[in-house]
């Protein structure tokens, strides 16, 4: 970063430039990390949310899986009675 400005006269004329430099390279590097990192964990969340939908769709399939499972001898029993 650099800041520059006129030096002026009490009569308002140009004397010289007044300068700051400042080197924020490490500043502008954690800031790029860290947007780096905030993006990784919202992909990470995304994924975890998509992880979670997956189980309880699988969980509700498997439950009513087992109720099926569990009507069968009853299905069986049906059939072979007519």
Not at 34 to 47: C, D, F, G, I, P
Not at 76 to 82: K, P, T
């Amino acid at each position: 970063m650099i800041a520059v400005e006129p030096v002026l006269s009490r009569g308002g004329e140009a004397m010289g430039l007044n300068y700051i430099a400042m080197d924020v390279s490490e500043q502008v590097d954690k800031r790029e990390k860290l947007a780096r990192l905030r993006e990784q964990m919202a992909v990470q969340k995304a994924m975890e949310t998509e992880l979670h939908k997956t189980i309880h769709i699988t969980g509700r399939h498997q439950s009513t899986f087992t109720r099926v499972l569990q009507d069968v001898p009853d299905i069986i029993d049906l059939e072979c009675c007519h």
